[in-house]
């Protein structure tokens, strides 16, 4: 693998360092008083993750890694999807549907913010306001998941009304999305200050932010009343840090291990946690910025057939990722069975770019983030050697979390590709992918018009069986003339400590308010 790739052991010893002395969390030292509440008897939560937000705590700069992992302690939102699709209550206990363009949702009493402050409808208002009509906060990209609705107003105290633009049967599933901050501790200090002190109804307070530590205090009022009196969210960049510090008692759980690391774990003091995650690892391909050869769809599908993703999935990912002919995964609403990966052809990849006028191929460049999923280095490694076989040599430039994400905002690119995968979460639904590898995406860096169509169709029918048909459309079109070089569908590799009670991974969004340790 090229240098730009190589992970050093530099990140290692910081992670490592970063943790060390934190003796175990469940120990009571000598002469001290017990526990006097639950949550301190459930002791302290220690969690180790590739990578901090770089929002820190603005819930609407993403709903991905690394966001998703932090975020879930401080706040709420109105409902949430489970890992079987199904959308359960939260902040809001049930909804229906009035009429074919509006929703109302009844809101769970009693509930407060670690603050004080109350939760009640001109909150959720106050925040859809913030997020459809501030120019800051409709430029989000949480937004853009909920720009089908077009009004939000109060019923009664504990009712709130949805109008959407157009029929949305997806709505109780878009809001699982929407995270609600207090509203006058956000109104007092603005985004960019409410994101150092952020405040929600969650089961855990912020008391400190730092660069590579977050630390967390039980908020015993939440709906959620935690088990644990503190939490713990550790920056360890390199999955041999957290593997490291889970082994050596140091954190409770290691989020994201290589498949490797989960085969070396000591089982009296941990194991591996594996499940397909609903994800599918990718390189973008970038039309719509400067000319390349991926302009010319003979190419892009050349590149598709000329990697080996069976064996990615087979030797790299434990044989639980697959092969992905598409960015959809089995049980998102909208998936077609019927799609099916590209075989790993290299002399019809070949053939395919001489046709199209690159007989000795040619060379890109491809930004790309390592160390967030199981085996991505070695995944974008295999990728760029069976391209080299082709005669398309590849650069991979790794660049950090916040660089990526500064480029996908702004389409900034100054490359050809990048790493972007497709991600159905947290509402399962293969819509809103497939958008973002559309130009539906504002900007958009991969446009066919005629697949947004598709999309805007399906977007705004609010049919389920219609709906689901349009999807699978797209999908097969996607696949057809394909934005994207499709790779696998990713592994969800946490290594859990024996001492953690209360693990569960539902869509990776961790119940942290029932989780203690022993």
């Not at 609600?180 to 994101?195: N, R, S």
């Not at 499940?275 to 390349?292: C, K, P, R």
């Not at 509402?427 to 130009?439: K, N, Q």
């Amino acid at each position: 693998m090229r240098s730009r790739l190589r992970l050093g052991t530099a990140g290692l010893l910081a992670g490592v360092l970063l943790v060390t002395g934190c003796g175990s969390s469940s120990d009571t030292p000598e002469g001290e008083s017990p526990p006097s509440s639950a949550a301190e008897a459930g002791g302290t939560i220690r969690v180790g993750v590739n990578s901090l937000p770089p929002g820190k705590g603005d819930p609407y700069k993403g709903i991905g890694s690394p966001e998703v992992y932090t975020h879930a302690a401080m706040f709420d939102a109105l409902t949430l999807v489970d890992q079987h699709g199904k959308v359960q209550p939260a902040l809001a206990t049930e909804w229906s549907q009035p009429s074919a363009d509006t929703w109302q949702f009844k809101l769970r009493d009693g509930v407060t913010f670690s603050n004080g402050e109350k939760f009640d409808a001109d909150v959720v208002v106050a925040t859809y306001d913030y997020l459809l009509k501030d120019p800051e906060g409709s430029a989000s990209v949480v937004a853009a998941d909920v720009n089908t609705v077009s009004d939000v107003k109060a019923v009664d105290p504990l009712t709130v009304e949805f109008t959407t633009a157009a029929p949305d049967a997806m709505l109780p599933a878009r809001v699982g999305e929407v995270y609600i901050p207090a509203p006058k501790h956000f109104k007092d200090l603005g985004m960019k200050e409410f994101a150092n002190d952020p405040v929600g109804t969650g089961p855990f307070k912020v008391d400190s932010w730092d660069s590579n530590i977050i630390k967390l205090s039980a908020f015993e009022g939440s709906w959620r009343a935690p088990k644990a009196s503190k939490m713990e969210i550790h920056a360890l960049p390199d999955p041999a840090g957290r593997f490291q510090a889970l082994q050596s008692d140091q954190i409770d759980l290691a989020i994201q291990l290589s498949p490797d690391q989960s085969k070396q774990l000591d089982e009296t003091r941990a194991k591996a946690d594996v499940v397909a995650g609903a994800q599918v690892m990718s390189l973008a391909f970038i039309t719509e910025l400067g000319d390349s050869p991926l302009k010319k769809k003979e190419v892009r599908q050349a590149l598709n057939y000329a990697v080996d993703k069976e064996s990615m999935a087979k030797d790299l990912l434990l044989g639980v990722g697959k092969p992905s002919g598409s960015g959809v995964t089995d049980g998102a609403v909208g998936y077609n069975p019927d799609v099916q990966p590209y075989p790993y052809d290299p002399a019809k990849a070949k053939q395919m770019l001489a046709d199209a006028g690159y007989p000795n191929g040619f060379s890109l460049k491809a930004d790309v983030t390592v160390g967030s999923f199981p085996a991505d280095a070695q995944i974008y490694q295999l990728m760029q050697q069976n391209l080299a076989d082709i005669g398309v040599e590849i650069e991979l430039r790794q660049i950090t979390f916040a660089e990526w994400l500064e480029h996908y905002l702004k389409n900034t690119w100054t490359s050809q590709a990048f790493g972007l995968s497709w991600n159905t979460l947290p509402r399962l639904d293969a819509l809103r992918p497939m958008e973002l590898f559309s130009c539906v995406k504002k900007p958009a860096f991969f446009c066919e018009q005629s697949v947004a169509d598709v999309l805007g169709k399906a977007a705004k029918t609010g049919e389920m069986e219609e709906r689901n048909k349009l999807l699978s459309q797209a999908q097969q079109m996607q696949h057809d003339d394909p934005p994207a070089l499709y790779l696998v569908q990713q592994i969800d590799i946490n290594g859990v400590s024996s001492k953690l009670q209360g693990f569960e991974n539902i869509n990776r969004t961790f119940p942290y308010h029932l989780m203690s340790v022993s």
